[in-house]
C-alpha cells in the first residue's frame, strides 16, 4: 500500500497537499431529501446518482487521482426488501448508462466488497466496466458495494492464515504491512480526506483500516445537496490543516526549515 512513512518529519511534510490525493465519501442522506419533499427514497437515490457525476468531475478538474465512495455497506442488505431491490436496478442501470461516459473521460472504474451477492448479471457488469476501464489514468473511481471494514480485515487475515497454515509465511514474522496486500484497497493510497454528508458522524464500517490518519470532515448537507461549492469547502478544511501523522507540530516545523 502507498502511505507516508510517519517517521520521517521529511515524508510527512511532503504529503502535506492543498488538494488530497484521495478523497472517500459516506454518500448519506438521499432518504431523507426524498422524504422531504414527499418523494419515494429511491428519488434521492437517483438524483445521488447526479452528484456522483458531478463530483468525479470536480475531482480530475482539482487534481484528486482516487475517489472512494460508499455505495452499499454490507449492513445495507437489511433495509426494506423492495428499497434493495430498487437500490440494485439502480446500480445496474447506473453501470449500463455511465460506465462509457467515465471511460470517455479517461476515469479507471473499479468496485471493491463482496460483489457475489449482487447476482450473475451485476457482476458480469462490473467485471465487464472494470477491464473496459482498466487502462485509464485521470482518476480512479472505487466503488464500495457490499463491503465493510471489518469484512476486509477479517478476508485479509484469513489469507494470512492461509499462508501460515501452508508454511509459506511464519507467523511470528507477520506486521501491519504483511496484511496489506490482501486487502480491498491493495496498492492504493491511503485516503487523505474522508467526507460524511448527512449530518452524522461516524465512518460506518468503512474503510477501517485505512483511514487510520485520514483528516475527517463531517457536514450536514444531504448528499444530493452536496454540490461543487460544497465539496471545495470540504477542500479548502483540509487545506488549512496540519498533518502530522503523530509527529508533533515541532518536527513538522523543523522539517520545513532544513
Given at each position: ?42 428519488a434521492g437515490h437517483r ?156 465512518v460506518s464500517n468503512f474503510l ?51
Amino acid at each position: 500500500m502507498d502511505k507516508t512513512d510517519i517517521t520521517d518529519p521529511a515524508a510527512v511534510l511532503a504529503a502535506k497537499s492543498a488538494v488530497p490525493r484521495h478523497v472517500a465519501v459516506i454518500m448519506d442522506g438521499n432518504g431523507r431529501w426524498a422524504r422531504s419533499r414527499g418523494l419515494p427514497r429511491i428519488a434521492g437515490h437517483r438524483k445521488g446518482v447526479e452528484r456522483v457525476r458531478e463530483m468525479v468531475t470536480a475531482c480530475v478538474e482539482k487534481g484528486v487521482t482516487h475517489l472512494t465512495l460508499f455505495a452499499f455497506s454490507s449492513e445495507n442488505w437489511r433495509r426494506p426488501a423492495q428499497e434493495v431491490q430498487l437500490l440494485k436496478e439502480l446500480f445496474l442501470t447506473a453501470l449500463e448508462n455511465e460506465i462509457r461516459k467515465l471511460h470517455k473521460n479517461n476515469v479507471l472504474f473499479h468496485v471493491i466488497g463482496d460483489i457475489g451477492r449482487f447476482g450473475e448479471k451485476i457482476t458480469a457488469r462490473i467485471q465487464q466496466a472494470e477491464t473496459l476501464t482498466r487502462d485509464n489514468t485521470a482518476l480512479m473511481l472505487t466503488i464500495a458495494a457490499n463491503y465493510g471494514g471489518r469484512w476486509d480485515i477479517a478476508q485479509a487475515c484469513a489469507e494470512l492464515a492461509r499462508r501460515a497454515v501452508r508454511g509459506e509465511i511464519d507467523p511470528g514474522s507477520i506486521t501491519e504491512e504483511s496484511l496489506d496486500p490482501f486487502l480491498s484497497m491493495a496498492g492504493i493510497p491511503e485516503p487523505d480526506l474522508f467526507i460524511r454528508t448527512g449530518g452524522e458522524q461516524r465512518v460506518s464500517n468503512f474503510l477501517l483500516w485505512q483511514l487510520a490518519y485520514t483528516e475527517m470532515y463531517f457536514t450536514p448537507v444531504l448528499w444530493p445537496d452536496f454540490d461543487r461549492a460544497q465539496f471545495e469547502q470540504a477542500l479548502v478544511s483540509f487545506a488549512g490543516r496540519q498533518r502530522r501523522f503523530g509527529l508533533t507540530g515541532e518536527q513538522i516545523e523543523a522539517a520545513r526549515h532544513a
